[in-house]
């Protein structure tokens, strides 16, 4: 059984940064990060294989955000600089599963960025 749980969302001005954090039970085979926003598509935003080697970003996102994974905490985080108004959206952490598919989901951290 994998469960992931978010933490790491809140308030921030423009410009501001946070570091979300997914803590991981079970096993998972690749981690990643989507966002939400109401009314809109969700989106991929980065993605990470289990030995940090490897990442893939969105174009929204590439340059402010930063992926990584902490395998001694079973712990996936984003790094979020840079941030605008547009990137308010509740957050959410993946895991793959076996067949390469997102098949593990945590339940979202509300990320809301304003002056």
């Known amino acids: 059984q994998v469960r992931l749980v978010e933490s790491g969302g809140g308030l921030v001005q423009p410009g501001g940064s946070l570091r979300l954090a997914c803590l991981v039970s079970?096993?998972?085979?690749?981690m990643g990060w989507f966002r939400q926003a109401p009314g809109k598509v969700r989106e991929l935003l980065a993605v990470?294989?289990?030995?940090?080697?490897?990442?893939y970003y969105a174009d929204s996102v590439e340059g402010r955000f930063t992926i990584s994974i902490d395998n001694t905490k079973s712990t996936t985080y984003l790094q979020m600089n840079e941030l605008r108004e547009d990137d308010t959206a509740t957050y959410l952490c993946?895991?793959?599963?076996?067949?390469?598919?997102?098949?593990?989901w945590g339940q979202g951290t509300q990320v809301t960025v304003s002056s």
């Open positions: 993946t895991g793959r599963g076996k067949e390469g598919l997102f098949d593990y």
């Open positions: 079970g096993r998972t085979y690749g």
């Open positions: 990470i294989n289990l030995n940090g080697s490897k990442t």
